[in-house]
């Protein structure tokens, strides 16, 4: 099956594909193909990369051998904040609009920095770009560590702007009026993919997002902090969301 639609999809790239086989020793597939050189002109993705001027990229190099990376996301017209391991990156400020500095995406060298982030919850749910020399990545674990896309170095701009597309429009708002506001959110659901994709979304339009993981959680949360939205699935384990909204009315009475 798998030669077959091999064969019909080189066929229509006007090519041909063809076997050798050696018994005992194994077989050596080819194929032919007919493509044309890419350009490599930045005119051709800056248009999709324009809402995203001046947004903040952390590049965590640890390897200390891709500093022309740096280079290139300037000439993307991106904000590189380059350091050489996880501890030396400044800490994201999660209210945008203030001295501190929000990444839209992060740049890593190896699947090793991409898990160490992933246990920080300050950089938990920033979109991570894989940048380095061999690639041996499997779909699950870069779904698994929010790897939106991966790449070979050494690379061309075009083909790092290209990569930083995905990510960028999955995290960055490309822009914020100036009379909207940023709200802090508190968020109750039990299921970590409806986590991952709310928080994406809401953090996205700037606004501050605590997670917790059922209705009782939520409660006490209420207790300690005001919220300006909280955010409820209706089936959650411990205490349901109406349980739960009917205790939350009981505490406000009580005040």
């Known amino acids: 099956m798998g030669l ?12 041909d594909v063809w076997v050798k086989s050696r018994y005992g020793e194994g077989s050596t597939f080819y194929f032919t193909c007919i493509v044309r050189l890419a350009t490599t002109e930045l005119s051709l993705i800056m248009p ?3 809402p995203y001027k001046g947004h903040h990229v952390l590049f965590i190099d640890k ?3 891709q500093a022309g990376i740096a280079d290139m996301l300037r000439m993307l017209e991106l904000v590189p904040i380059v350091v050489h391991s996880v501890d030396q990156a400044p800490m994201p400020d999660p209210l945008p609009g203030r001295n501190g500095i929000t990444y839209d995406v992060i740049l890593v060298d190896s699947m090793e920095t991409a898990l160490q982030l992933r246990t920080l919850d300050d950089f938990k749910y920033i979109p991570i770009v894989l940048l380095c020399p061999v690639i041996q990545v499997s779909l699950k674990s870069t779904l698994d560590l929010g790897i939106t896309s991966y790449m070979t170095t050494p690379c061309l701009p075009i083909d790092l702007g290209n990569g930083m597309i995905p ?17 802090t959110l508190l968020l109750a659901e039990d299921n970590v993919v409806n986590q991952k994709l709310a928080v994406k979304i ?5 606004h501050t997002v605590e997670v917790v993981e059922n209705g009782l959680q939520a409660l006490d949360a209420v207790r300690k902090k005001r ?3 909280i955010l409820m699935d209706v089936q959650m384990p411990v205490m349901v969301c109406i349980t739960t909204v009917a205790s939350y009315l009981i505490l406000l009475t009580s005040f």
């Open 4 to 15: 077959s639609i091999s064969k019909r999809l080189v066929n229509l790239m006007g090519g």
């Open 48 to 50: 999709q990369l324009k």
């Open 63 to 65: 390897s200390r051998t």
């Open 167 to 183: 990510a960028l429009e999955g995290r960055a708002a490309p822009s914020v009026s100036e009379n909207s506001k940023s709200f």
């Open 202 to 206: 809401l953090e996205k339009y700037h």
């Open 227 to 229: 919220y300006d939205v």
